[in-house]
């Protein structure tokens, strides 16, 4: 099985530029925007339209911080009988709906390398239902085309972060960056929102084995750290993993007193998951 690390959770929280490195992780307060992009079942292209964040069936929860995609089921329940929405044969969808959460982080965020990161909180969505975190990179001189090909658009993973890097050099002047997620499938009938499912998504300082219960309490101080990074839990800390950003495990062993020498790391921002004896625990710091 391989590292969660690198098996790789959006105000989205931006952080400060690094080396030339900006850094978008999942927030519900983003400024989030909508689009959905209408096919009929054979695949053929229908139309395409800025849509709001609740038809798109997207849900920003800003206490949790968490959002949660879904299926598209407005265009079903509001057209009854209409042929279109629905085939009145089999009473399913009778589109293929591509519905798109996104940020558009703006033109100082061009000419430097860019991470989009966050993490799958639960998924129980439907199979027939295709579900991707994208970087795209839109030309206004080329039909706002990607530019990039479709290298920044990555399958959802069942659990875990997940994180896609571009690097400066594909995110030209005068290129429009997206960041953020698409759901492919059926419109459906709202009658099966429960059994289709929902994939809840989050920022990597959440506990994402779902392993860890509440009174472990771990945390990670100092934060920022300098030298030593120190792991606080009622339970006995086994082992530890620290990683970039990107999933590059720079650190692992057995904490030495539940301390942990950074001081060879370079500045920035890292992921270390805590393994104790009820499970493991991914928690977010920052070295200086």
């Given amino acids: 099985m391989r590292s969660i690390f690198t098996s790789i959770v959006l105000s989205l929280f931006i952080l400060p530029a690094l080396f030339g490195q900006n850094t978008i992780e999942v927030s519900a307060s983003a400024e989030w925007k909508g689009f ?23 849900v920003l929860d800003t206490d949790a911080n968490t959002v949660t ?36 982080p703006g033109a100082s965020f061009n000419g430097e390398d860019l991470t989009f990161s966050g993490a799958v909180v639960s998924n129980t969505m439907d199979e027939s239902y295709e579900v991707r975190y994208f970087i795209k990179a839109l030309d206004p001189n080329n039909n706002f085309s990607d530019a990039l090909g479709g ?30 997620f698409s759901v492919t499938g059926r419109n459906a009938n709202p009658a099966n929102e429960a059994a ?9 300082a959440v506990s994402v084995d779902g392993l860890v219960e ?24 086994q082992a ?16 030495n007193n539940n301390n942990i020498d950074v001081s060879s790391l370079v500045a920035g921002t890292y992921l270390i998951r805590v393994q104790v004896a009820e499970g493991q625990q991914t928690l977010k710091f920052i070295k200086r």
């Fill in 69 to 104: 995609l879904q299926p598209n089921f407005n265009t079903y329940a509001d057209n009854p009988g209409d042929a279109y929405w629905i085939d009145p044969a089999t009473g399913e969808g009778a589109k293929v709906m591509e519905a798109s959460t996104f940020i558009e």
């Fill in 214 to 237: 509440q009174e472990n309490n771990i945390r990670v101080f100092p934060n920022p750290a300098t030298d030593l990074l120190l792991i606080e839990s009622n339970s006995t800390v």
């Fill in 36 to 58: 959905m992009n209408v096919f009929n079942l054979g695949g053929g292209y229908e139309f395409g339209s800025e849509w709001g964040i609740a038809d798109l069936k997207t």
């Fill in 196 to 204: 289709l499912g929902s994939i809840v998504i989050s920022d990597m």
């Fill in 151 to 180: 290298a920044g658009i990555m399958d959802m993973p069942e659990s875990g972060m997940f994180t896609v890097t571009i690097s400066g050099d594909q995110l030209a002047a005068g290129l429009l960056i997206q960041c953020g």
């Fill in 240 to 255: 530890y993993e620290v990683a970039t950003i990107t999933g590059q495990t720079v650190l692992m062993g057995q904490a």
